[in-house]
């Protein structure tokens, strides 16, 4: 995963808060790379089982020192083993927010229909449409006229501009996405700026779920949709297109109008 190269798993932001962060009750233990939600800790703490797993059949949190074969399985909890599953946990988490947070100034003509977490110093500015659950870092500037929906999350500094959509995905720090562009189901790295007009799609024309490139096996991802892998300090040119399912690694760059139909690799 390019996002992992610069970005280690363990401690990648989920909801803005690093995997190894998000709390666990007391005499639980997780496995270093799984995300476990509230409601799937307190059923196992409440349960007679010792061990739960996810859908895979993957040992993901257990009481005491070692996982067993008293097993439950998860309900939203889940191993973190390729890109996709960061937009999982990242939806699962923030869609369970339940109380705002707000701590950054939100212009009166904004509409929030959600509910939100604005850090210090962060800025909503006129014309700003958000819709669904959404974490935004400190520091950050979002709008004027952006709609931002589904479940996500953007990291510190970061602006989100003029007639940007942008859905169901994960920004993270210092990154800019300023103008006339969309981001759809997609995981894109620190300090990436996106050219205006830089769109990635996330559906297949046939409706089947997307497929993707992993080492030399073309993989299923289960997902519907599903849009790019953009790592740190990646640059694209305005007017790039991005095929659904597409990695660009850290350091690359597109020219204006560049259409990505391969993964971009150095």
């Not at 289960?222 to 953009?230: C, E, M, Q, T």
Request: aromatic content about 4%.
């Amino acid at each position: 995963m390019p996002i992992l190269l610069t970005n280690p798993l363990a401690s990648f932001p989920i909801g803005n808060l690093p995997l190894d962060q998000h709390p666990l009750p007391h005499g639980l233990t997780r496995h270093p790379h799984a995300w476990i939600s509230q409601y799937d800790a307190l059923l196992l703490c409440s349960s007679d089982f010792d061990t739960m797993i996810d859908t895979a059949g993957n040992d993901i949190a257990w009481k005491g020192e070692e996982p067993n074969k008293n097993f439950l399985v998860a309900t939203s909890s889940l191993l973190l083993e390729h890109s996709w599953d960061l937009l999982k946990a990242n939806e699962n988490h923030v869609s369970q927010i339940t109380e705002a947070k707000i701590e950054g100034n939100i212009h009166a003509s904004a509409v929030i229909e959600g509910i939100i977490h604005l850090g210090k110093g962060s800025r909503i500015l006129p014309g700003v449409f958000i819709e669904g659950n959404v974490v935004i870092g400190e520091n950050c500037k979002i709008g004027p006229n952006c709609y931002l929906r589904g479940s996500g999350s953007i990291g510190d500094h970061c602006h989100i501009g003029q007639a940007v959509e942008i859905k169901n995905s994960i920004i993270l720090s210092h990154t800019s996405i300023g103008h006339l562009s969309y981001v759809g189901d997609s995981v894109i790295g620190h300090k990436v700026n996106f050219g205006a007009g830089t769109i990635t799609s996330n559906l297949r024309h046939d409706g089947k779920n997307h497929r993707t490139t992993v080492g030399d096996q073309l993989i299923d991802t289960g997902r519907r949709k599903f849009g790019a892998i953009v790592g740190d300090h990646v640059h694209t040119g305005i007017n790039t297109s991005i095929y659904p399912g597409r990695k660009l690694h850290p350091h690359t760059s597109t020219r204006p109008g560049d259409i990505v139909k391969k993964d971009l690799i150095l």
